[in-house]
């Protein structure tokens, strides 16, 4: 059984920085693209970056480019988000989700998600 | 980037109806694109893949179709566990992109 486990939210003042980890488990880390969708509370979904296989490879959406980067520990089955500059749009629920297959496709996988508030 | 507008906004109808969902691209997407059903508290579930491909475990009365730039989703007859929120999601282009999300709600 899939499974992934994100941790590192918390509150933290605006220009802070964060970082996440999602532990996956159930499927072979290595071959699968994964990413990072967040949730602002009340709102819709939003894709904030995906990262290959061999994490040779990362897309950013705009809103995060230049502030946030996406890593992954292929030795620990590891998915990672450094987040800086933080700002209060950044304030949401921050999931990992595993693709269906390459890069680029829909997330068959979702973790429950860590809280990211972002507030002075 | 692309943008998905999904209409409605909100759907209101009763167990036993037929729930039409559509999601429409502001330029083609081809065949890539998803549908997830999100549920209050929970996680977004992988319902519908490349347009019309159903995902492991989903049931039949669940149905996608379109191309291009206009995309349906298809409830055949809501049970109750199915009233919740809907987004579309394209994979067709960086950066990839959600829907604003329809609720079909209990009449």
């Known amino acids: 059984e899939v499974q992934l486990l994100e941790s590192g939210g918390g509150l933290v003042q605006p220009g802070e920085s964060l970082r996440l980890s999602c532990a996956a488990s159930g499927f072979t880390f290595s071959t699968y693209a994964v990413d990072w969708v ?8 939003e894709w904030v970056s995906s990262i290959s296989g061999s994490g040779r490879s990362t897309y950013y959406a705009d809103s995060v480019k230049g502030r946030f980067t996406t890593s992954r520990d292929n030795s620990r089955n590891t998915l990672y988000l450094q ?3 933080l700002r209060g749009e950044d304030t949401a629920l921050y999931y990992c989700a595993k693709g269906r297959t390459s890069l680029s496709t829909p997330f068959d996988s979702w973790g429950q998600g860590t809280l990211v508030t972002v507030s002075s | 980037e692309i943008v998905l507008t999904q209409s409605p906004a909100t759907l209101s109808l009763s167990p036993g109806e037929r729930a039409t969902l559509s999601c429409r691209a502001s330029q083609s997407v081809s065949s ?3 549908w997830y059903q999100q549920k209050p508290g929970q996680t977004p579930r992988l319902l519908i893949y490349d347009a ?8 039949a009365r669940f149905s996608g179709s379109g191309s291009g730039t206009d995309f349906t989703l298809t409830i055949s007859s809501l049970e109750p566990e199915d ?5 579309c999601q394209q994979c067709s282009n960086w950066p990839l992109t959600f829907g604003g999300g329809t609720k079909v709600e209990i009449k």
């Open chain 1, 83 to 85: 987040m800086k500059n």
């Open chain 1, 38 to 45: 967040r949730q602002a509370p009340g709102k819709g979904l």
């Open chain 2, 52 to 59: 019309s491909n159903r995902a492991t475990g989903v049931p």
């Open chain 2, 83 to 87: 009233f919740a929120v809907y987004y």
């Open chain 2, 32 to 34: 890539y694109l998803a």
